[in-house]
């Protein structure tokens, strides 16, 4: 099929799901990038508190405050 056929079948809300192949599907951006960030050890300590509070892990509140100061600047 061609993309101007695929692309018209699409905006006629017809179901293209057959078309697709979800396995090699990728949403661009949003590949994870490994860093390394040093911090202080009361942050440290901070950061592990405020975790097991929310029931997290250190990692995901890091990533969730920077997601949101990040948000902020847009």
Known sequence: MKAIEFDKKFENGEDIMEYLNLEKAVR??????????DFPEWMVQLLDKEAKRLGISRQSIIKFWIAEKLKGTR
Request: hydrophobic content about 30%; overall charge positive; charged content about 30%.
């Open 28 to 37: 661009p951006g949003l590949k994870n990038k490994r860093i390394n960030v």
